[in-house]
């Protein structure tokens, strides 16, 4: 099983930008899909991004598409998550995540339920 560690989070002006970071380790990290979830108060954990294992495919959902950049790298064990244009909407707790099988095509509709792993979350504050 992957461990994971996120960094980056913390509070910025709406319009501004942050990179989460998520290091790895424990399992041979070039195998699984990672993805990026997110948990406001009250609310349910929701879907960001994932990248699949070799960084070719990726996936968003509609409210980061064109602000929010997946990438990951196999080398170093690290997947990233660029936020630009943040929204206070975008406050949450963000939290990296592994899937659990090997070379696993993700489908388009990506849920929390699809993966094993879990940080231990880093909070993204954005000011109106």
């Known amino acids: 099983q992957l461990q994971l560690v996120e960094s980056g989070g913390g509070l910025v002006q709406a319009g501004g930008s942050l990179r989460l970071s998520c290091a790895a380790s424990?399992?041979?990290?070039?195998?699984?899909?990672m993805g990026w979830f997110r948990q406001a108060p009250g609310k349910e954990r929701e879907f960001v991004a994932a990248?699949?294992?070799?960084?070719?495919?990726?996936y968003y959902t509609d409210s980061v598409k064109g602000r929010f950049t997946i990438s990951r790298d196999n080398a170093k064990n690290t997947v990233s998550l660029q936020m630009n244009s943040l929204k206070p909407e975008d406050t949450a707790v963000y939290y990296c995540a592994a899937d659990p099988t090997p070379y696993r095509i993700l489908s388009d509709y990506v849920v929390p339920a699809d993966f094993g792993s879990w940080g231990q979350g880093t909070q993204v504050t954005v000011s109106s």
């Open positions: 424990g399992r041979t990290f070039s195998r699984y899909a």
């Open positions: 990248i699949n294992w070799s960084g070719g495919i990726t």
